[in-house]
DNA sequence: TCTGGGGTCCTAGGACCC
DNA sequence: TCTGGGGTCCTAGGACCC
């Protein structure tokens, strides 16, 4: 394979959330559907009806009541159990179809193809074969892009959900040279990764608007003006492939978990049991990728859409004197460092805990002045597992609360139907 | 009444030092 | 009256992604 040319597939669940719902409950099936964030506050998923009635990624649910109650729009609470279920069920899929799979979000991977062309007759056909047997076997509709770099195969992507004459399929790789520039000189260059609303505006100023203009601008004006990342962006436009598949993912450098709350919050103590508790979420992934680390930040701010009430943000970082991926230690940090940057007096919306300098647990452990307990590990590994089989927040730390009033609210929540025995769903002869 | 969460990378500017 | 310059480190904030 030395002198193959790199071919990516970029494969992409369709409106991923909202077709995940549509699985379990086929009456949502030509409904207009959205899925909110946490708190029921902005849609994060929309269905083609819905994007079909101009409803915005993000728009606030209060504020499509009107075109809600208009147009019958269904609205779900998140059910993030369930997605990361059917993202699972999907990758592992994909990956009978590639040795080369590179996770790169919930709903999308991106495949390496190059080799596999022997075993299709065209790599339409492979692309047709991944969107039937992912149908299939989920019940989730995919589109396939393939490309020679992976700017490219997303781009591909696109013109696979939005052309009906690829039938959720497009290979740019037997696109002639004017074909693929007249498919690109109808996107608006917003359309291509890491092109976002800032960058959109700065190169539409400079009088380039379609993907085709940004491809046939030189790389070193763009570097000129955007910086090596936008030239790397160009250069993958034009076929030449700088972002190659990353197989493994590398660890996390932070880890954040931060919810606003369903409820206002005033008091230090209901805000010590949110912190409590998010540390405790955030510790266990640190846990998962075998991480330790030595700072932790702490942040809790006021509504900043309430223009009227009087505002506070802030955030303290708390030095550890020795690395750990001990929940108990990790809780207390952040605690102390609650109570440096609380002040009475506000409406709290939201807190959130970060962790900070993270290194492999197992460079600390051949440290010489930081002991392991190795009874500590053993406790982790036990409050690790029961949360696995039970249910994440199954067992806790006392300082995290039982009532938990500033917990986000679900009120449209669908059940964890392939997770928990008592949700399955059911079959009414 | 009601506006998400979790990441990465890059850059500008301040603090500090010599 | 006249008030350096360069390097490093750190942090905050911007921009992007899903």
Redesign the pocket.
């Known amino acids: 394979m030395e002198n193959t040319p790199r071919v990516f597939a970029l494969v992409d669940c369709n409106n991923f959330y909202v077709s995940c719902e549509r699985v379990f409950n086929p009456k949502l099936a030509d409904k207009p559907v959205v899925v909110l964030?946490?708190?029921d506050?902005?849609a994060?998923a929309r269905s083609n009806e819905v994007k079909a009635l101009g409803v915005k990624?993000?728009t606030?649910?209060?504020?499509m009541?009107p075109l809600a109650r208009q147009h019958g729009i269904i609205a779900l609470s998140s059910n993030y159990t369930l997605y990361a279920d059917m993202s699972q069920r999907v990758m592992t899929i994909l990956r009978d179809f590639s040795p080369e799979v590179e996770v790169?979000?919930?709903?999308?991977s991106f495949l390496g193809l190059q080799g596999l062309s022997r075993l299709w007759p065209t790599y339409t056909d492979l692309g047709q074969a991944i969107r039937h047997r992912v149908g299939q076997w989920t019940g989730l509709p995919v589109c396939v892009g393939i490309a020679p770099t992976k700017t490219l195969a997303?781009l591909a992507n696109h013109l696979a959900k939005t052309r009906p004459e690829f039938a959720g399929v497009c290979d740019l790789t037997v696109l002639k040279e004017g074909q693929l520039a007249g498919y690109l000189a109808c996107l608006e260059v917003?359309e291509?990764?890491?092109?976002?609303?800032?960058?959109?505006a700065r190169l539409q100023a400079l009088g380039i608007g379609s993907v085709q203009a940004l491809r046939a601008t030189p790389p070193h004006v763009i570097r000129e003006h955007f910086?090596?990342?936008m030239e790397r962006t160009v250069r993958e436009l034009r076929g030449i492939s700088c972002l190659d598949l990353e197989e493994v993912a590398?660890?996390?450098?932070?880890?954040?978990?931060?919810?606003?709350f369903g409820a206002?919050v005033i008091s230090q103590e209901e805000l010590r049991e949110a912190v409590s508790r998010?540390m405790q979420?955030?510790a266990e992934?640190l846990r998962q990728q075998g991480s330790v680390c030595s700072a932790v930040q702490v942040f809790i701010h006021t509504?900043p859409?309430?223009t009227h009430d009087r505002q506070y943000s802030t955030?303290v970082?708390v030095p550890l004197t020795q690395a750990t991926d001990d929940s108990r230690r990790l809780v207390a940090a952040a605690l102390w460092g609650l109570a440096r940057i609380y002040r009475p007096g506000y409406c709290y919306?939201?807190a959130?805990v970060?962790l900070l300098d993270l290194a492999p647990a197992s460079v600390r452990q051949a440290s010489l002045f930081s002991q392991v307990n190795p009874r500590t590990a053993h406790l982790m590994r036990v409050l690790d597992e029961l949360n696995a089989a039970h249910g994440r927040n199954t067992i806790h730390l006392a300082s995290s609360g039982i009532q938990q009033r500033w917990a986000?609210r679900f009120d449209h929540r669908t059940p964890r139907y392939t997770t928990r025995w008592d949700e399955l769903p059911r079959v009414h002869a």
């Open positions: 964030s946490n708190n506050g902005c994060v990624m993000g606030p649910w209060f504020q009541q790169y979000s919930i709903d999308e997303k917003g291509v990764w890491g092109v976002g609303r800032r960058i959109a910086g090596v990342v590398p660890p996390k450098q932070q880890i954040i978990a931060s919810r606003s206002p998010y979420t955030a992934k509504n859409f309430k955030g970082v919306k939201k959130g970060m986000a």
